[in-house]
């Protein structure tokens, strides 16, 4: 039922999402591992919202981890 209704399924997808933002900004200190929290997300959501909860909780924890958690890298990186 929850994989019919695409709003509800999107949802918990980003709930999923969240729920590891949140997490992942307790583990501030795993520097070399961005997605930590972010894949199980995904696969949970996929799992139980279908193909939307999965695709929504992947691109807002692949834009949060590259965006949030990651150092900037080549050439729009600040210069130290």
């Not at 583990?27 to 929504?56: E, H, K, N, Q, R």
Request: proline share 8%; glycine share 12%.
């Amino acid at each position: 039922a929850v994989r019919r209704r695409r709003a509800l399924s999107v949802s918990i997808g980003f709930a999923l999402f969240a729920a590891a933002f949140l997490l992942r900004l307790v583990l501030d200190g795993l520097d070399g591992l961005p997605f930590v929290t972010f894949v199980p997300a995904t696969l949970l959501a996929a799992l139980v919202g279908g193909i939307w909860a999965g695709a929504s909780c992947a691109l807002a924890g692949g834009l949060a981890a590259s965006l949030i958690f990651m150092p900037p890298d080549g050439p729009l990186a600040p210069a130290s």
